[in-house]
């Protein structure tokens, strides 16, 4: 491989947090998306986990629709992108709860914020463990958990969009 080729070449991992960044951050301001809404060149239309998050009241997060929340979703996920960097960074097997993972399903305005940047620092916490990752030979478990963590997000992104138009 020549030396263009090595600066030309993305890192496998670099793909995949490539989509993920756009299942949480939403698309680039006039730029196309891999699988959302497109965002609009001012901006507008940011269809991620954390504009739709931030767009509703603790009241709306925690109406149940269909026998779930958004709240109960949000904490799920934030608890999954945890338990992904516990198991790759520290190989923590476990056991995880799960079931527990839902709750809180209501909160209150100061819970709905706490919620929220519970999320956003799972999100960073997992986006700066593999960014320590694109050094190290890529591995089917660092590239597996990082695409089912995407996955998982994009799952519940999905979840909760369809929630809030129940809310």
Do not use: C
Request: no cysteine; aromatic share 6%.
């Amino acid at each position: 491989m020549t030396q263009a080729t090595q600066q030309d070449t993305q890192h496998p991992l670099d793909g995949i947090l490539d989509i993920l960044k756009e299942a949480v951050e939403g698309g680039q301001a006039g730029k196309p998306t891999a699988f959302l809404d497109g965002t609009k060149a001012d901006g507008s239309g940011n269809h991620g986990l954390l504009a739709t998050l931030e767009a509703l009241k603790a009241e709306q997060a925690s109406r149940e629709v269909l026998g779930t929340t958004v709240a109960a979703h949000t904490a799920h996920t934030a608890y999954h992108m945890e338990v992904i960097v516990r198991w790759e960074r520290d190989r923590d097997r476990g056991p995880f709860d799960w079931q527990g993972s839902f709750q809180p399903a209501q909160v209150d305005a100061a819970e709905w914020d706490a919620q929220r940047a519970r999320l956003r620092a799972a999100y960073e916490a997992l986006l700066a463990f593999t960014g320590t990752q694109l050094e190290e030979p890529v591995t089917g478990d660092s590239a597996g958990g990082l695409t089912g963590g995407v996955a998982h997000v994009a799952y519940h992104l999905g979840a909760i969009r369809q929630l809030v138009k129940g809310v």
